[in-house]
C-alpha cells in the first residue's frame, strides 16, 4: 500500500481524536441518563474521521475501499447515536426500548452488511 501526504487529512485526524476522547470521557460517565448515547455518538463520529483521514492518505483503489466501508460504518453510528440522543433529552425514551430501536436502525444497518 502506498502513503500519499495529503494535508486535508489532518482536520480529520483532529475530529477523530476529540471525538474518541469525548466517547472516553461519556462512557466514564455512564451512569447518567444521556452518557450511553453519547459515547456511542462520539464513537461513531471518531471512527467516521479516522476512517476518512486514512482513505484521504493511501493511494491504491483497492486499498480505498475497506477504509470508505467502515467511514460508513461510522457515519452511521453515530448518526443513530444522535437519534438515541435527542430521543432521551426530547422525553421519548420509550422509543429507546430493544424492540423499537431495533426497528429503527435496521433499515440504516441493512445496507451496510
Known amino acids: 500500500m502506498t502513503f500519499q501526504a495529503n494535508p486535508s487529512a489532518i482536520p480529520f485526524v483532529v475530529a477523530a481524536v476529540v471525538s474518541g476522547l469525548l466517547a472516553v470521557f461519556a462512557w466514564g ?34 486499498a480505498k475501499r475497506p477504509f470508505f466501508e ?19 433529552y426530547t422525553g421519548h425514551a420509550k422509543w429507546l426500548r430493544i ?10 444497518v441493512v445496507p451496510i452488511l
Not at 47 to 60: D, G, I, M, Q, S
Not at 75 to 80: H, S
Open 99 to 108: 424492540r423499537w430501536f431495533t426497528a429503527i436502525c435496521v433499515p440504516a
Open 29 to 62: 460517565r455512564r451512569g447518567l441518563s444521556m452518557a450511553p448515547a453519547f459515547a456511542v455518538m462520539m464513537a461513531g463520529e471518531a471512527a467516521w474521521a479516522f476512517f476518512e483521514a486514512l482513505e484521504l492518505v493511501y493511494v491504491e483503489m483497492p
Open 70 to 88: 467502515l467511514r460508513v460504518a461510522g457515519a452511521v453510528t453515530a448518526i443513530l447515536g444522535l437519534l438515541a440522543v435527542v430521543l432521551r
